[in-house]
């Protein structure tokens, strides 16, 4: 596995990677739109509102989406 840069704002330093390792043995598997969520997220390294993470998923995934798409997978967290 890549070696994860550590987000400023957490001392762990786990990582979309290691969370998409840890949720593949969950009972709801980990499906694209909560991966790239994840991955978002991460990315940002800042917390996102809901309306702003889902403009940025919108832009990545190429498709409109409503509010529960976004919500949704932030609950199964």
Do not use: H
């Amino acid at each position: 596995m890549a070696r994860l840069t550590p987000s400023p704002f957490s001392p762990y330093p786990p990582g979309p990677a290691v969370a998409a390792d840890a949720l593949s043995t969950a009972v709801s598997p980990l499906t694209g739109v909560r991966k790239r969520l994840l991955e978002t997220l991460w990315q940002a390294g800042q917390p996102l509102g809901g309306y702003e993470l889902m403009r940025r998923l919108e832009a990545t995934l190429g498709r409109k989406l409503t509010p529960p798409v976004v919500y949704r997978p932030l609950i199964f967290w």
